[in-house]
């Protein structure tokens, strides 16, 4: 009797820890599905493309930790040591936990001259290859952490109030942004002064959507796959000479078919009756 109570104590704890492990899995394939789902999550520069990164990184939290204990992370007005830029991921954050992430609104990236957080990196998750610049040094202004998106009807530059303050944020002034002047045909008087963001030097830093001084930004930075369109490549700036290029190095292709070897007036007019 004995035997048969511990036999059916153990089928128990076994049938329990399946079911568990069962439910552990679908709870671990949902949760990772819904990571997988966010596309939204930006990480820190020289980042491998996300679905490398999710495999790649190792979870150290060596970047985070260089992050925070950098030399410049000191509050110039308060003389206090900065939040770190980089969390690691917890349960709940939507990003795979343990993975590191930024948040511009709580800590934009200051974009450190020395990057800390690359070298550091042992898995090669944060690339440092792709950061280096055409002497071969660390230069962060490679960094593409995500793409910063005016939204035009809540900023407020677009609704004839001067406001410069994701402009003057910006740590490659007049070249990641730069504010465009417009005639104010509304007032017939006054000019717009409207934020133009250059997607080849935008670097992602998000200084300029903490910044911005509208309720909700109405500039903020996206992983670059979701803030940039793509055209297509059979299409051709005619004014462009190195675009231009890619015409003349296009091969044409021609299918030949029963139909296409007679003239079009030959079977257009087949079987019509007058
Ligand atoms: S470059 Fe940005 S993410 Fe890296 S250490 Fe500096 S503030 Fe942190
Ligand atoms: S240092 Fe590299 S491997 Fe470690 S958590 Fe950061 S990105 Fe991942």
């Known amino acids: 009797m004995a ?4 036999r059916r104590n153990f089928m128990a704890k076994t049938v329990q820890s399946v079911g568990l492990a069962a439910l552990g899995g679908m709870l671990w394939s949902g949760y990772t599905d819904s990571v997988k789902a966010s596309p939204l999550v930006l990480r820190p520069p020289g980042a491998l493309k996300e679905e490398d990164f999710l495999t790649a990184c190792i979870k150290c939290g060596l970047c985070a930790e260089a992050c925070v204990n950098r ?10 040591p900065r939040p770190s830029t980089l969390q690691m991921a917890k349960g ?7 993975t590191p992430f930024f948040v511009p609104t709580e800590v ?6 020395d990057i800390p957080c690359v070298p550091v990196c042992p898995s090669g998750t944060l690339d440092m290859a792709s950061l280096l610049n055409e002497n071969q040094e660390l230069d962060i202004n490679k960094a593409t952490m995500g793409l910063a998106v005016v939204h035009k009807e809540s900023c ?7 406001c410069d303050a994701c402009y003057r944020a910006c740590p490659l ?13 509304r007032t017939g008087k006054h000019a717009f002064l409207l934020p133009v963001v250059h997607d080849n030097a935008c670097t992602g830093c998000g200084l300029c959507e903490m910044a911005c001084v509208t309720e909700e930004p109405a500039i903020f930075v996206l992983p670059n796959d979701v ?6 490549d059979h299409y051709v700036k005619g004014w462009d000479a ?20 007679r003239e079009a007036k030959d079977y257009l007019n087949m079987e019509v009756e007058y």
């Open 3 to 6: 035997h048969a109570n511990n």
């Open 71 to 80: 030399d410049t992370n000191i509050d110039k007005e308060t003389g206090l």
């Open 92 to 98: 709940g954050d939507a990003v795979l936990i343990g």
């Open 108 to 113: 934009p990236c200051y974009m450190c001259e």
């Open 156 to 162: 407020i530059a677009f609704w004839g109030i001067q």
């Open 173 to 185: 002034l007049d070249v990641a942004i730069t504010l465009e002047h417009q005639k104010n045909d």
């Open 227 to 232: 803030a940039k369109g793509k055209a297509g």
């Open 242 to 261: 190195k675009d231009q290029e890619r015409v003349g190095n296009a091969h044409s292709q021609t299918t030949t078919t029963e139909v296409s070897k």
